[in-house]
Every structure is written in structure tokens, then in C-alpha cells.
């Protein structure tokens, strides 16, 4: 069976306890946990199908790791592969540039012209302006772990159940948190 690569990247630890939940979801066998301050290009070639998950910081900034990361993700070649995002952002703080750092990074694997799945819409939602926001949907799953971490374990759920299905896969899910 072929793994999905989940790459992330994560200061104070709120993008990879998502990744984790992701990953309980899908199920471990089937997902490799990557932290994007620890990989190198090279580990984006095993896998067919990958997840990318990043926060947006303060004014529309992208978290340190995947900033230092950004200049060798341009040069992954994503052709080929089934992409799915996910964000993690706070719409009320922040409302101008909520998700800025998932559409920002939409858009540099996108020249590649990679498989697209995941895409998340906008209702439930308050802010006033998102580089990640496409012909009224967002471009991943869209997480607000300041504002609606109440609202995040359903998102996930429905989210995973989204992605299994439009990745193609047959393993059974674990859905909630317990």
C-alpha cells in the first residue's frame, strides 16, 4: 500500500497536533509524519500522495521552518502527485490575512500542476480577507485553534473522511479524538 507523506511545519505545537490527529485518522500505517524543519527535498519524492500543513503567522507571515524551507519547495516537483493542504490561522486576530500562508503555498506548488483534493469551504468562517480563499472556497482545511478550537475535531472528521475518499483510499478511518 502507498503512503501518504503529511509535511508540516510548527512553532508552538498547534499545526503538528493537527497533523497528529490527521494521522490517527487516516491511520499511521498509512501516513508519514514529516516536520518540514527536518526534510530535505529528496523526501517529497517517495510519495505519491502528500499533505502539506502550515500556519499563518501575525500579518500574513509563513512559520519559520516552511520560510526557510521555501526556496528548495520551489524546486519539488509536484507533477504527478495528489496534494491536499491544510491551515491553521486566526480569523479574529488576524481577519485581514487568515490562511495567507496556506494560499501562499497553494500557489508555489501549484506551478507544478499537482492533483488538487481537500479543498474546504468558507461557511462557518469570519474574517475579512484570505490569500487562501478560491472561487469561494478555501484551498485546504481551515483551522482556527485560537478562536474555534471547539469546531476543530468535527472539521478534522469530516475533512479525513473528504480526503480518503478523494485520495482513494480503502483503510478503514478512526474518526474523533478518543
Request: hydrophobic share 40%.
Given at each position: 500500500?502507498?503512503?501518504?507523506?503529511?509535511?508540516?511545519?510548527?512553532?508552538?505545537?498547534?499545526?503538528?497536533?493537527?497533523?497528529l490527529r490527521i494521522q490517527k485518522r487516516l491511520g499511521a500505517?498509512?501516513?508519514?509524519?514529516?516536520?518540514?524543519?527536518?526534510?530535505?527535498?529528496?523526501?517529497?519524492?517517495?510519495?505519491?500522495?502528500?499533505?502539506?500543513?502550515?500556519?499563518?503567522?501575525?500579518?500574513?507571515?509563513?512559520?519559520?521552518?516552511?520560510?526557510?524551507?521555501?526556496?528548495?519547495?520551489?524546486?519539488?516537483?509536484?507533477?504527478?502527485?495528489?496534494?491536499?493542504?491544510?491551515?491553521?490561522?486566526?480569523?479574529?486576530?488576524?481577519?485581514?490575512?487568515?490562511?495567507?500562508?496556506?494560499?501562499?503555498?497553494?500557489?508555489?506548488?501549484?506551478?507544478?500542476?499537482?492533483?488538487?483534493?481537500?479543498?474546504?469551504?468558507?461557511?462557518?468562517?469570519?474574517?475579512?480577507?484570505?490569500?487562501?480563499?478560491?472561487?469561494?472556497?478555501?484551498?485546504?482545511?481551515?483551522?482556527?485553534?485560537?478562536?474555534?478550537?471547539?469546531?476543530?475535531?468535527?472539521?478534522?472528521?469530516?475533512?479525513?473522511?473528504?480526503?480518503?475518499?478523494?485520495?482513494?483510499?480503502?483503510?478503514?478511518?478512526?474518526?474523533?479524538?478518543?
Open positions: 500500500m502507498a503512503k501518504i507523506g503529511l509535511f508540516f511545519g510548527s512553532d508552538e505545537g498547534n499545526t503538528e497536533q493537527v497533523a500505517d498509512v501516513v508519514d509524519l514529516h516536520d518540514i524543519g527536518e526534510v530535505t527535498q529528496l523526501e517529497f519524492t517517495a510519495y505519491e500522495q502528500i499533505i502539506l500543513g502550515i500556519p499563518t503567522w501575525d500579518f500574513g507571515q509563513i512559520q519559520s521552518d516552511w520560510e526557510e524551507f521555501w526556496d528548495d519547495l520551489a524546486e519539488v516537483d509536484f507533477s504527478g502527485k495528489t496534494v491536499a493542504l491544510f491551515g491553521l490561522g486566526d480569523q479574529f486576530g488576524y481577519g485581514d490575512y487568515f490562511l495567507d500562508a496556506m494560499g501562499m503555498l497553494h500557489d508555489v506548488i501549484d506551478a507544478c500542476a499537482p492533483e488538487r483534493i481537500g479543498f474546504w469551504p468558507t461557511d462557518g468562517y469570519e474574517y475579512e480577507a484570505s490569500k487562501a480563499e478560491r472561487d469561494g472556497e478555501f484551498v485546504g482545511l481551515a483551522i482556527d485553534e485560537d478562536q474555534q478550537e471547539n469546531l476543530t475535531g468535527e472539521r478534522l472528521d469530516a475533512w479525513c473522511e473528504q480526503i480518503h475518499r478523494e485520495f482513494g483510499l480503502h483503510t478503514p478511518l478512526q474518526l474523533g479524538d478518543a
